[in-house]
């Protein structure tokens, strides 16, 4: 059952459109660091970057739940992007190290 819509309509009073970007507001921040964070774990490693993602998401998910309005919870939901953008560039080019190019196969 999604809670965060009915939470930010409820008890922040927030329209569709305030749901909607709350919503939002992770994937857009994934989409304008993953780059950077891709880079930051290939000179900082694969697992400390999926580590430190993590708890930044974490803190975000904490943060959303405790957010009182609509400017605390962008900021909860931007950190919680932040987190899933470090966490997934991480995880990614840690499963592209341990797959060979042996073992994958063509289309």
């Known amino acids: 059952v999604p809670v965060l819509p009915t939470f930010a309509a409820s008890t922040l009073g927030l329209g569709a ?9 992770p994937a857009l ?31 975000g998910i904490i943060g959303t739940g405790i957010s009182g309005g609509f400017l ?3 900021c909860a939901r931007s950190v919680l992007g932040v987190g ?18 042996r073992s994958v196969r063509p289309h």
């Open 84 to 101: 899933g953008a470090a966490a997934t560039a991480g995880s990614s080019a840690w499963t592209a190290d341990l797959t060979s190019l």
């Open 29 to 59: 921040m994934r989409v304008a660091l993953n780059a950077t964070a891709g880079r930051l774990s290939d000179r900082i490693g694969r697992i400390p970057m999926m580590t430190f993602g993590e708890f930044i998401a974490a803190l």
């Open 17 to 25: 459109t305030g749901v909607g970007f709350v919503l939002a507001v």
């Open 72 to 74: 605390d919870m962008v």
